[in-house]
Structures are given as C-alpha cells and as structure tokens.
C-alpha cells in the first residue's frame, strides 16, 4: 500500500523558515511529478509547487522566490524550502504524487502537516 508522509510542519515568526519534507512508501516502481498543495482555514486547497521526474520546477506566483522545492529519486522523496514567511502562509500543506503501482499511474496525497506564521 502506498503512503506519502509528511514532516518538518510548525510555528515559526514572519520572515522565517521551515522545510517540509514527504517520503513515498510502498509498492512504487515510478513517480512523474511530485508537489505540494496548501489550505488555510476556510478556503479551497491550492497548489503551491511541483517538480517532475525531469525535475522542471513551477511555482505559484504567491511563493515564487521564497519557496524551493527539490526531490530525491532515489529516497522517492520531495521537500519544500520555505523562506521569508508570511502569516498568510499560514496552512495545512499537502505532499502530493502521480506514481506508478499495482500496475496503474494514480495520484496520492499525504495526510498534512500544519505549518503556521505567527509572533
């Protein structure tokens, strides 16, 4: 059964830093793109950044320039560096996958970490 499990969530004050780490388990014999996604309290998910197996890079405009996200083929795993944060960066951030297993390319999502920006 494939998971993807996310870490490296918290509190930190406007203009720090986290890095979100998720790690992809199971039966995989491929992934294509990996990618975060984020929701704030009351509104829609969104998507923040991706990287494919090629790894291409694109970013929201919203954290273009203080967010990197990077991947490691061989650990099937894919960070977001996040600098300068805001607190409108406040949210629960999703790990996100399209991944081959059990014989079929599916999309799988992570259960969420929580990061928050506050003083």
């Known amino acids: 059964q494939v998971q993807l499990v996310e870490s490296g969530g918290g509190l930190v004050q406007p203009g720090g830093s986290l890095r979100l780490s998720c790690a992809a388990s199971g039966s995989i014999l491929s992934i294509r793109t990996m990618g975060w996604y984020r929701q704030a309290p009351g509104k829609e998910r969104e998507w923040v950044a991706t990287?494919?197996?090629?790894?291409?890079?694109n970013y929201a405009d919203s954290v273009k320039g203080r967010f990197t996200i990077s991947r490691d083929g061989a650990k099937n795993s894919v960070s977001l560096q996040m600098n300068g944060l805001k607190p409108e960066d406040t949210a629960v951030y999703y790990c996100n996958a399209d991944l081959f297993s059990s014989m079929s390319w599916k999309n799988y999502w992570g259960q969420g970490t929580q990061v928050t920006v506050s003083s």
């Open positions: 990287i494919t197996s090629g790894s291409a890079t």
